[in-house]
């Protein structure tokens, strides 16, 4: 075993002995705190020192990624005239290996006179911090995994923990979807992922010229050849129902050109029409599908490649969407 996975081992450790030291009460009135904070429209505050900081400053920000209005304070700040942006009715969580931090404790009774609710993630359950609070959430370790048992590192390693199963206990309970997730991460793959729509990405029908089923293969060429009056070939065309313009009965692709081409001798060319080899059943997508569904359904049958997919809207196509726009895209 490596020093590595040693010390890994010994952190996931600490976790899971944390897990066994929460007790149901306080955990269930954590949870009950924070969707009163958010059903009332308030908003929780998230503060500790040093290390504890850090980790309150990440929790802050997960919590305000799911809509549950979070951020973080600055102790040394709060006494000095940050304590303003608490107001009655947030929930404020202090973290504190000791429970007796004390820079918290100078602002302690400031945010209870404010009528605020307090959960802590404490070391110590029997601590200054702990006994003030409305909800004790047990962050204590046996030891840290540093070898001098001095640095901070299985304790925040745990509050990390705890703040983010609270966070994923909270979006369990209030049903967040991905959609909600989505709201507050715009941008960035992930956040392409999320919002991008494949009517965002698609080229529009009226771009594209579609053939008949009789048409014959100059005919079919022109048009591959064609392709979007905006973006040139785009390596398909399509086929439209005569009695009905939007109706897809077909797809015609560079692929099937090339495979009539290669299996008819050319001699018999001139005598292939649209409806010879033509995909009439082909894989289509709705508009208003994420576009990472369209590029899962292109890399659905590995054996088989396809690049573009025609989109539509109520068995009605709409426009054709390309891998090349979906990997220029970002996703």
Not at 119 to 140: E, Q
Not at 199 to 228: A, R, Y
Request: net charge neutral.
């Amino acid at each position: 075993m490596s020093l590595l996975t040693k010390y890994l081992n010994k952190g996931a450790e600490a976790i899971l002995a944390c897990s066994k030291n929460l007790d149901n009460f306080n955990v269930s009135a954590a949870l009950k705190i924070l969707n009163e904070c958010h059903h009332s429209n308030h908003k929780v505050i998230v503060t500790g020192v040093g290390k504890s900081g850090i980790i309150a400053r990440k929790i802050a920000a997960t919590f305000s990624s799911l809509s549950l209005t979070s951020i973080y304070l600055n102790p040394l700040d709060a006494l000095h005239g940050d304590l303003g942006i608490i107001v009655k009715g947030d929930t404020v969580i202090m973290l504190s290996n000791s429970g007796e931090t004390f820079e918290l404790l100078e602002i302690l009774p400031h945010i209870k006179k404010r009528n605020t609710k307090l959960i802590s993630i404490v070391g110590k359950t029997n601590s200054t911090l702990a006994l003030n609070s409305d909800s004790i959430l047990d962050a204590s370790v046996n030891e840290e995994i540093c070898p001098l048992n001095l640095a901070p590192t299985a304790s925040t390693s745990v509050a990390m923990a705890i703040g983010d199963a609270l966070a994923a206990s909270w979006m369990e309970m209030n049903g967040i979807s991905h959609n909600d997730f989505a709201i507050n991460h715009p941008s960035g793959s992930l956040g392409k992922r999320l919002t991008l729509k494949t009517k965002d990405l698609m080229i529009p029908i009226e771009e594209i010229n579609p053939v008949l089923h009789n048409d014959s293969l100059p005919v079919i060429i022109n048009q591959l050849t064609e392709g979007s009056k905006t973006r040139g070939p785009i390596g398909a065309t399509w086929i439209r129902n005569c009695d009905n313009p939007r109706s897809l009965d077909g797809l015609i692709t560079d692929g099937d050109l090339r495979r009539v081409l290669q299996k008819f001798a050319a001699e018999k060319w001139s005598s292939i029409l649209a409806k010879d080899f033509a995909s009439f059943n082909p894989i289509c997508i709705e508009e208003d599908s994420p576009a990472i569904e369209a590029l899962k359904l292109m890399e659905i049958n590995p054996s088989k490649k396809v690049y573009i997919l025609p989109v539509t809207n109520n068995e009605k196509i709409v426009g054709m969407i390309r891998m090349h726009d979906l990997v220029l895209s970002g996703l």
